[in-house]
């Protein structure tokens, strides 16, 4: 299984302000932005961290899921939540040869947790003998920061400011995340048995 992020989060949809104001860095001066790159890369640190902990999208993006197979025939469970929307399933043979499958053929179970691509009928097409299946699926909680829930959108905050701080840190701090981090993030976290398979 590989999952591939097509799209990017844009600079603009980032709280850069709000994480200043939660530092507060000082304004009014010539070099206001000065340090706006500086502050956007550990904003999508923050991000990439929190989000890989809870299995969540934060802020939407586009990805797509390479698979050598189905986990079950009916089913095949994403690998991150919300998802809002399947683009498409794809499947490609040996030769690189791509078949698009017709929609009426799945559809989306959403779930706060495990959302599922579900076979329409009985079962999900059959994937190519050493080909493999491509979904194309849309996720996060929406395109503003302001749809963020408002304990993630904290987490996030906590986080960065915390690479910020100890930026010039060469290592001496003990890894991990932070209590407060933690237990914002606690009740987002996606609960996996049977190695991942259906509870």
Do not use: C
């Not at 999508?44 to 390479?66: D, N, P, W």
């Not at 698979?67 to 499947?91: F, K």
Request: hydrophobic share 50%.
């Amino acid at each position: 299984m590989m999952l591939t992020e097509i799209t990017s989060v844009a600079a603009g949809a980032l709280p850069v302000q709000a994480l200043k104001d939660h530092l507060r860095l000082g304004s009014g001066f010539s070099d206001d932005g000065m340090q706006d790159g500086l502050i956007e890369g550990y904003l999508r640190a923050s991000m990439a961290v929190i989000e890989g902990r809870i299995g969540k999208v934060l802020l939407a993006r586009r990805f797509k899921l390479s698979l050598q197979d189905w986990r079950q025939n009916g089913e095949q469970a994403l690998p991150v939540a919300p998802v809002t929307a399947l683009v498409s399933v794809t499947l490609v043979d040996v030769n690189a040869v791509e078949s698009v499958v017709q929609a009426d053929r799945y559809r989306l179970m959403q779930d706060t947790h495990r959302p599922k691509l579900i076979a329409a009928g009985i079962l999900l097409p059959v994937v190519p003998t050493d080909g493999r299946a491509e979904v194309v699926f849309d996720a996060g909680f929406g395109v503003a920061w302001a749809s963020v829930p408002a304990d993630l959108a904290q987490a996030v905050l906590l986080l960065a400011s915390e690479f910020y701080e100890n930026r010039h840190d060469l290592g001496q701090r003990v890894a991990g995340l932070p209590l407060a981090v933690q237990a914002l993030i606690e009740r987002w976290r996606t609960v996996r048995v049977l190695g991942g398979g259906a509870p």
